[in-house]
């Protein structure tokens, strides 16, 4: 029952989660990679950052070791979810491997907003999120063959989507809100002025600050 609970609520996450599929699939067959190869990666890997991040770094030859590397760090949150997810379900060895391999930062949530967080939930949350990931990249693989592939498929694009998978989970509250639009606007307004490395990393200070400045604020009461 929880199970089902889980899977069910994870339902309206497909409508994001099949697109981006679909966007990894067409993207890893544009790079060079088998259809096999593609959805092996999608059932393995689970990860939208990770594996946009890997089709980028394949089609500019980088070696596997820096692929692993950059996989490991894109998703060194999931260690800390599984940490929480283990103290709180209490289960068996065997679950909590299973729990893992499902484990993502959408199904923790979904599985933790119902409540007590059981494993019956997380797993259903799990297995939903896996189903429309590979579905989206079976789609997506296939249709390369079928349509021709549109410019937001191509490989200039798979990291801006890899960012994008990063970000949009993270932009939970208005100061996470404020702080992406105003690092986004301060960055477009400091490119035409210095080196583009510069820009970012001046741009991501002024946010943070702002998001810091505003979340304090909330926090004691001064803004609603």
């Known amino acids: ?7 069910l609520a994870m339902l309206p996450l497909w409508t994001g989660a099949i ?29 939208a950052a990770a594996q946009m991040s890997a089709v980028a770094l394949i089609g500019a030859g980088m070696p596997t070791v820096i692929l692993i590397g950059t996989a490991l760090a894109l998703n060194v949150q999931l260690l800390l979810l599984g940490l929480s ?5 209490h289960s068996r060895w065997l679950g909590r491997v299973i729990g893992a391999y499902f484990l993502t930062d959408g199904a923790y949530g979904i599985a933790l907003a119902g409540g007590k967080l059981t494993l019956a939930r997380l797993l259903g949350a799990g297995v939903s999120m896996f189903t429309a990931w590979n ?40 100061a996470t809100v ?21 820009a970012i990393l001046m741009a991501s ?7 810091a400045w505003w979340a304090y604020r909330r926090r004691s009461g001064r803004v609603q």
């Open 1 to 7: 029952m929880r199970f089902a609970q889980g899977f």
């Open 19 to 47: 697109p981006v599929g679909i966007a990894y699939g067409a993207a890893a067959r544009d790079a060079g990679l088998s259809f096999a190869e593609t959805q092996l990666m999608s059932l393995t890997v689970f990860s």
């Open 85 to 89: 997810a283990g103290q709180q379900t």
């Open 135 to 174: 579905l989206g990249t079976a789609l997506g693989a296939t249709a390369i063959h079928l349509l021709p592939i549109p410019a937001l498929f191509a490989a200039d694009f798979v990291a801006p989507l890899a960012f994008l998978a990063v970000l949009v989970p993270l932009v939970r509250t208005w």
């Open 178 to 198: 404020l702080t992406v639009w105003v690092t986004a606007l301060v960055t477009l307004g400091l490119i035409p002025l210095m080196p583009n490395g510069a």
């Open 205 to 211: 200070l002024v946010g943070s600050a702002v998001g």
